[in-house]
């Protein structure tokens, strides 16, 4: 069957096993997991903190959404809607240059302590100045280490003020800085108890939660089990089920054969080889989640042949896009030439995209940069489907005008190390963005503060491939962009950026991910997004 869809202590090893096992129990016929018990198989390779300042990974992105509250909620069913979060109410003023948020009265961190407004702008304050991953969700909207503490302010307990310096858009701004981890509510006295040499409490947070959410921290073990327990004084809404296991099932094959056991109730990582036996199986449902993820290949300009930009629009041309669509990404991933994902305000249409598998095309671009009989450059890639496949059709493609290229498959952990420090020629990589908004992508690959090694701006993507967007006067079009009220000229202002990153980016876009989602039938009320899973309102029947 398919259905389409757009703890504050750490246990001991031995003490999280025989939880696990407990909730893993089994009977001989298919198994079925505790009713008060979600059990999900996922890939658990790529972890490095829980600390909401410095996740930068898709799985403990989503899992600390379910830990801790921000400020705004994306709405369950529609995540370009607003609603209410830590913060009740919020107000704007006309010249869009002030913020009030009402805090939500009577709500208790896990210590017992009061959630106060004090809590939100520490909470903003130390995001800002640890300067981690997520620090650039606020400092792209003009908040630094200078001014943040005057900027973000607790008039009482239960109001904050946030000003800016710049007129910006509203919504977006709305949603692209207090919707996720960097508007986390933080226990300030809790995480500044466990403060160690100036650290903000990143050390203790790196492996356990402080905040109020649905759910909080019981145990994590890298390449094992994470383990969440419900929060039994949630504010939003009755949370039915206890206890959330994620198991590290890092194979889909794997997992389909857990799910078909009854072993886990939740499979996250299926491939399409696994549909037909999931479709053929009444007891079990597969969901087909269009993301606003990508599957990409970077080209480093910090390598003087790729620096070239015929080098780099040839590959564009290495690509052929609609037969891995129907072939090897079916129902996987659909071609995708821009940076905006199809369904985000402000993507141009899929008939403005203009590359194909042409490899004439591609062979006279080399030539004319001056490598008629082509070069060698290493690609490297992830180890899991689909980027061995990817991989090997482009290896192919290239080898025929000259280019050789040798894949380099690693650990996704070392991938990603390889990126964000420039240590590549070439890569296939991908990228999830968190709001149905242009901005979301380009905020971060077609935007590049400061292109300087010693910058180290390692969560923009543009960075990481060294690409000078100033000199094409991107970051001031996207900074534009970005305090434009008037919508049809936001979107008139994303679809030129997109014209001039289709012909200079050194990122060949591929494929927009579909995000395939198996779970058994018992399983109900889990809203699943193209940004996050709420696991407060699932149930089991």
């Not at 899991?384 to 952990?413: C, R, S, T, W, Y």
Request: hydrophobic share 40%; proline share 5%; aromatic share 10%.
């Amino acid at each position: 069957m398919r259905t389409s869809d757009c703890g504050r202590t750490v246990l001991s090893a031995g003490l999280a096993a025989g939880l696990l096992a407990t909730a893993l129990a089994s009977t001989p016929a298919p198994a079925k997991t505790p009713k008060d018990t979600l059990v999900l198989g996922w890939t658990l390779a790529i972890y490095r903190t829980l600390d909401p300042a410095d996740i930068g990974e898709t799985f403990v992105d989503e899992m600390m959404n379910n830990v801790c509250d921000p400020l705004v909620f994306q709405d369950y069913e529609n995540p370009a809607k607003l609603a209410p979060g830590i913060a009740e109410s919020w107000s704007v003023t006309d010249d869009a240059l002030t913020y009030t948020f009402k805090i939500r009265q009577g709500l208790k961190f896990p210590s017992g302590n009061p959630v106060t407004a004090h809590d939100a702008a520490w909470s903003i304050q130390r995001n800002v100045k640890l300067n981690l991953n997520s620090a650039v969700m606020h400092k792209e909207w003009g908040f630094t280490d200078e001014n943040v503490v005057e900027s973000v302010t607790a008039s009482d307990d239960h109001t904050l003020v946030v000003k800016v310096t710049e007129p910006f858009a509203p919504p977006l701004f709305l949603a692209q800085v207090f919707t996720g981890r960097a508007a986390f509510v933080l226990d300030r006295k809790e995480v500044m108890a466990h403060e160690k040499d100036g650290d903000w409490g990143n050390g203790w947070l790196s492996k356990t939660s402080a905040c109020v959410g649905p759910y909080r921290v019981r145990t994590w073990k890298a390449n094992d089990v994470f383990i969440l327990e419900r929060n039994d004084d949630y504010w939003r809404n009755e949370v039915k089920i206890k206890r959330i296991v994620v198991r590290h099932v890092p194979e889909g094959g794997a997992q389909r054969l857990l799910l078909e056991k009854g072993d886990i109730d939740i499979a996250r990582n299926i491939t399409s080889s696994d549909f037909a036996a999931i479709e053929r199986n009444p007891d079990l449902v597969l969901f087909n989640n269009p993301m606003h993820s990508y599957w990409y290949i970077g080209l480093c300009t910090c390598d003087e042949v790729l620096q070239s930009r015929d080098i780099r629009e040839a590959f564009k041309w290495l690509v052929d896009y609609k037969k891995l669509e129907s072939t090897v990404m079916r129902n996987v991933g659909v071609a995708r030439q821009s940076v905006v994902p199809i369904g985000a305000f402000g993507a141009i249409p899929v008939d403005d995209e203009p590359y194909r598998l042409d490899l004439d095309k591609a062979r006279e671009l080399i030539a004319r940069a001056g490598h008629p009989d082509g070069f060698k450059k290493k690609l490297i890639i992830d180890q899991v489907f689909p980027f061995p496949e990817i991989a090997q059709h482009v290896q192919a493609n290239a080898a025929k005008i000259g280019i050789e290229l040798e894949i380099q498959p690693m650990a996704a952990a070392q991938l990603y190390g390889q990126f964000r420090s420039r240590d590549f020629e070439s890569g296939i990589f991908a990228w999830t963005t968190n709001v149905p908004d242009a901005h979301g992508m380009v905020s971060r690959h077609v935007f590049n503060p400061d292109n300087r090694d010693e910058f180290k701006g390692t969560m923009f993507p543009a960075w990481r491939v060294g690409w000078d967007v100033a000199a094409l006067g991107l970051n001031d079009k996207v900074l534009a962009a970005k305090m434009e009220t008037d919508t049809e000229k936001r979107r008139r202002m994303y679809h030129e950026i997109q014209r001039v990153q289709l012909a200079e980016s050194p990122f060949v876009y591929m494929f927009q991910k579909i995000e395939n989602i198996a779970m058994r039938k018992e399983v109900k009320g889990l809203p699943i997004t193209a940004f996050k899973k709420f696991y407060a309102k699932a149930y089991k029947e």
